[in-house]
């Protein structure tokens, strides 16, 4: 029998680490009307199945627990972000926007023969953008005809792409990306290899997409994920993934109104730890080193993007 979390009838990855249970407060405290603008939901399992064409089986983590999550660590509002284990069946995210009461925007994943009419119903659930995923471990390659096809149609609904992909697939990608003309949200700042100079041509080359693409943002998130010396966020570690720092800190410095941050909860694929969420949050200030940065970061950006009218 799997341990740990349930999943539903699904039997979970071999060696699938759970989201945190009981993380700690946080001890930076969020500015009011923060948005943890990278987050996900799993299932449940059992309500909402997970797609045959997955490439793993996480745990389930509802909509009920991710809206715990951020009473407990003092955000107001989630950007929930389609994952690739639900393929193009947003209905797990749909459903916890519903739930969210205003307090959540969404991210879906769509096909090229996406209807109008089920991209109204998407915006009206609280859909803002569309998620293109190239990392090759997560999805199968999907041909840029289509991409380019989904961009047109949801161009005229203001919403905006997402992306996803490794920094060693930047100049491959480098010239489809720079076409896309919706505003663009780069997952995770293009995944950087932290082992590098972060003044060398790799991380310098996303530097440059961003300053020669005035239309992309970028996540500075998932340190978790792309920390290769730590320290870890756990047991009480107040400056966690120092190896992560310069390069987040550069982006926010350089691109201040263009920076979003989020928890990447439930943290799908970790293989290493899994991190307490409210040492997640306690990282925000070695990045974002000042009151006004911080403000940019976690309120204004986000809503500009997702709530534009003001709500
Ligand atoms: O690196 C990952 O494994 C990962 C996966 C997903 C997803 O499966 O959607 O989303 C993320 O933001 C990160």
């Known amino acids: 029998m799997a341990h740990g979390k349930t999943t539903g009838d699904f039997e979970k990855t071999p060696g699938w680490l759970d989201w945190y249970e009981g993380p700690s407060k946080p001890t930076f405290r969020l500015p009011a009307g923060a948005v943890d603008a990278h987050c996900h939901v799993f299932g449940p399992g059992a309500e909402f199945p997970y797609a045959p064409e997955r490439k793993y089986t996480p745990c389930d983590a509802s909509a009920e627990e991710l809206f715990a999550l951020r009473d407990h660590l003092g955000f107001d509002r989630n950007v929930i972000v389609q994952a690739t284990c639900h393929g193009a069946d ?15 925007r969404g991210v879906a994943t769509v096909r090229r023969d996406v209807t109008e009419e ?22 199968d390659r999907v041909p840029t005809d289509s991409l380019e096809e989904i961009v047109e149609k949801i161009a005229p609904l203001g919403w905006h792409v997402v992306i996803y992909f490794e920094a060693a697939d930047l100049p491959d990608l480098y010239d489809f990306f720079s076409a896309i003309k919706t505003d663009v949200v780069v997952d995770h700042m293009g995944r950087p290899d932290v082992t590098k100079d972060p003044d060398g041509p790799e991380f310098e080359l996303f530097l440059r997409f961003m300053r020669e693409n005035p239309n992309v943002w970028t996540k500075v998130s998932c340190p978790e994920r792309l920390s290769v010396t730590g320290p870890r966020a756990l047991d009480g570690e ?63 950006n986000p809503h500009r993007l997702y709530w534009p009218e003001g709500a």
């Open 90 to 104: 947003n209905r797990a995210l749909v459903d916890a926007l519903r739930r969210s009461e205003g307090r959540a």
């Open 118 to 139: 089920q991209l109204a119903e998407l915006h009206e659930a609280g859909v803002r953008g569309v998620r293109f995923n190239f990392v090759k471990r997560l999805v």
């Open 238 to 300: 107040q400056h966690a993934y120092t190896d992560v720092v310069p390069f987040a800190r550069r982006v926010v410095e350089e691109f201040p109104d263009r920076v979003l941050w989020g928890t990447d909860w439930p943290h799908p694929n970790l293989k290493d730890h899994m991190p307490d969420d409210g040492l997640l949050v306690d990282y925000i200030p070695q990045i974002a080193t000042t009151a006004e940065l911080q403000q940019r970061l976690l309120v204004d």
